[in-house]
């Protein structure tokens, strides 16, 4: 990847170029972002999930360099509240070797391949050193926009979120806004004061495009409508007069210098380099004599200044946290009955409901075994049929065996009689001529008599080939009789083999719808098999759940109960809980790290482990260990 040097960034060739913003927590940067971002700078993929209670409109930055930043931090013995977190970094470049290669991953996975971005984590501008490196090693020419807000108004919105008293909150803001000259001295930047942006932003706009010399993507009336709609007045919820800060003895003078110097640079005046120099140098004595005792402390922190805030107000903050806490246990206690009294109620359901699926798997298995019984029948009556066919088959063969012999008899019989009837008109005939012959000698004489004797035989002849004939005749519809009772036979036959194998096909059928209905008896069987199981694990995991839910109420009962209960509850909500997860994991009932790394949607929302599992883990199945 191409690398842009601080002096490539003023040529025109530049194509790919990333808005950073900069500026104090709570000082307008989110606004600042998605202003930006409406008109036509990409934000990252990945954005953290916006808060109602905080920036409910987005925080519009990358959760994936939030916690890059956070492990830098860390590295160097840092948090983002540190007081001198904007300390001079000298050793930080040796931190490249660890981090740049992953912030530059970072921005390609976040980016892509767009060439006009906006870049935001209020933690950078105490890193801007190191994010300046990244984004030239990935290609990028940066312009440093930085946001200015009275300090006043910040400590307000800080002790709103964070619980932070006002000198903590005035002491990291100086320190931010001295790192930021600091790191982007010499650098491409804007200064904007977050009443400018929320009051007029298309002045903002056009202030920011005469800086980078090109004007904004996205610069049409479509755009301007979502900007208005964006940066409502609504939205601010803490407002302090410049007079308020200048004139109030309880704020550094470091703290009104900067926030003059910064103000007049949102108007375009140069900032005085040696007036926040001198700043910076009074920050650091102060460092060297404060570092080493926060540093002790720094565990302790945090508690120490919820203190201090709660001091202010203790009776009403005491008495709304008791008359939470009591609400709280009353609740979970209430709540933990109900859940007994449902999941019993649940159980015992389950318990009937396997009940009557015993009993109708043992129906199911009573109608098997009918099955079972009339399947053995059938095939009994299959056999026999089988048997009767076989026997039927036989039978008809023997009779056409015997209609064939019967046929062939009649026709050796129609044939000797033609014989005979052939020879005997021979054997006339013969007779005939020599009755003829003897005659013709013995009346030879008498011509007349041989001749009427002639005539008559010649009669007689005629009369013996007319029998002849019908002879024939007779033969031949003998010969006919046989031919159609040939056919007849033939007939009978084909008849006779149709309805053999009608027979068979019929039995093929049954026997299939047998086999059918065979294969669906056992796959409801399987069904209920399945349903039966399933059942049987949820009852489980129900009686598993039960048990749970007594032991873990016997733990919070039993240390509610206790003398020293009382005492405890005027502690803060987040001490009890915290007693409360202790608790149970000494009795190996919850593990409030193992269910948020098991369960990172829990993590991401900010929910208390406990009250999430217990109000939709257990429904959910979730673990809780």
């Known amino acids: 990847m191409l690398s842009v040097s601080q002096e490539d960034c003023g040529q025109d060739s530049v194509e790919r170029r990333a808005l950073v913003v900069l500026g104090m927590h ?318 019993a109620g649940l159980v015992n359901e389950r318990e009937n409901e396997i009940a009557q699926l015993r009993i109708e798997m043992q129906a199911q298995a009573e109608v098997r075994d009918q099955l079972l019984s009339q399947i053995g029948e059938k095939e009994l009556q299959l056999v026999g049929l089988q048997k009767k066919l076989a026997t039927e088959i036989e039978e008809k063969d023997q009779m056409i065996v015997e209609v064939r012999q019967q046929l062939g008899s009649q026709l050796d019989e129609k044939g000797l009689q033609l014989v005979g009837l052939q020879d005997q008109l021979a054997i006339e005939v013969e007779k005939k001529e020599r009755v003829i012959a003897e005659m013709r000698q013995q009346f030879a004489s008498q011509l007349e008599d041989q001749e009427r004797t002639a005539v008559t035989l010649r009669e007689e002849l005629a009369k013996m080939e007319s029998e002849l004939h019908v002879a024939q005749s007779e033969l031949g519809m003998e010969k006919s009789a046989a031919a159609d009772s040939q056919i007849e036979f033939r007939r009978r036959e084909a008849q006779l083999n149709e309805e053999i194998e009608q027979q068979r096909v019929v039995a093929a059928e049954m026997h299939l719808e047998l086999e059918a209905r065979i294969d669906d008896r056992f796959a409801e069987i399987a069904t209920l098999t399945n349903l039966l199981a399933t059942q049987e694990t949820r009852a489980n995991q129900l009686r598993d759940q039960v048990r749970w839910l007594r032991e873990a109420s016997q733990v919070l009962a039993q240390d509610s109960m206790s003398w020293k209960a009382r005492f405890r509850r005027m502690l803060p909500v987040a001490f009890h809980r915290r007693r409360q997860h202790r608790l149970l994991q000494q009795k190996g009932l919850f593990d409030r790290e193992a269910y948020l790394d098991a369960n990172p949607d829990v993590a991401v929302m900010g929910s208390d482990p406990l009250s999430h599992y217990l109000a939709h883990g257990i429904d959910e199945n979730r673990h809780r260990v």
């Open 26 to 343: 709570r000082s307008g940067t989110s606004a600042m972002t998605r202003t930006l971002s409406l008109l036509g700078a990409t934000l990252p993929t990945r954005l953290m999930v916006p808060v109602k209670s905080n920036n409910e409109t987005g925080f519009w930055e990358s959760q994936s360099v939030v916690d890059l930043n956070d492990e830098i931090l860390h590295a160097l013995d840092s948090e983002w509240d540190d007081v001198f977190a904007g300390r001079p970094r000298e050793y930080l470049s040796n931190f490249d070797k660890f981090f740049l290669s992953r912030a530059v991953e970072l921005l390609q996975s976040e980016f892509g391949e767009a060439d006009f971005i906006v870049l935001k984590d209020p933690r950078i501008s105490v890193l801007s050193a190191f994010w300046d490196r990244t984004l030239r090693t990935a290609g990028y020419c940066p312009h440093y926009i930085i946001m200015v807000r009275n300090p006043l108004e910040v400590a307000e919105s800080l002790r709103a979120r964070d619980e932070f008293p006002r000198e903590k909150s005035l002491l990291l803001w100086s320190s931010y806004m001295v790192a930021m000259d600091r790191d982007t001295r010499g650098h491409d930047r804007t200064f904007v004061s977050y009443d400018q942006l929320m009051s007029d932003w298309r002045r903002v706009r056009k202030r920011i495009e005469a800086d980078l010399g090109m004007p904004f993507p996205r610069d049409t009336p479509a755009a301007s409508i979502e900007v208005d709609r964006h940066l409502q007045q609504r939205l601010r919820h803490h407002r302090a007069r410049s007079s308020d800060l200048f004139e109030s003895g309880e704020v550094p003078e470091h703290t009104k210098a900067l926030y003059g110097i910064f103000s007049a640079a949102c108007d375009d005046v140069d900032v005085d380099q040696s007036a926040v120099d001198a700043i910076r140098v009074e920050l650091s004595k102060l460092d060297s004599l404060v570092g080493p005792l926060l540093a002790d402390l720094k565990g302790r922190l945090q508690s120490a200044a919820r203190e201090i805030a709660d001091a202010r107000d203790a009776a009403a903050r005491n008495a709304s946290d008791r008359e939470r806490s009591e609400g709280y246990l009353v609740e979970r206690a209430t709540a933990a009955e109900a859940d007994r009294d449902r999941l």
